[in-house]
């Protein structure tokens, strides 16, 4: 099956990119696609903890299962004042 995936703010300026296309196996979840970006991109171990996420503009846990099609979001905190 076939994601998209949207990075924002630190963690698109680690990857170059806004917005990445994955193929994963039937069952994949969130999880799945961290583990994967992050081993393509190690940087973004750092944000494991920290980061929110999202299909479909809905947040989700780590452990939420992908659909074909599905758009993931990983948003890091963010800090204002």
């Known amino acids: 099956m076939r994601v ?3 990075l ?3 963690l698109r300026d ?9 193929d994963l196996a ?6 799945t ?5 992050a081993g393509e991109f190690p940087a973004l171990a750092d944000y494991e903890r920290s980061i929110s996420s999202a299909v479909n503009a ?6 939420h299962v992908l659909h074909d099609g599905d ?5 890091p905190p963010v800090s204002g004042g």
Not at 14 to 22: D, F, K, V
Not at 33 to 37: E, K, N, T
């Open 58 to 63: 809905d947040y989700a846990r780590m452990d």
């Open 26 to 31: 039937p069952g994949a979840t969130i999880g």
């Open 14 to 22: 680690i990857t170059g990119a806004s917005e990445l296309a994955r």
């Open 33 to 37: 696609v961290w583990r994967q970006l």
């Open 8 to 10: 924002f703010a630190r």
């Open 71 to 75: 758009e993931v979001a990983f948003l």
């Open 4 to 6: 998209t995936v949207r």
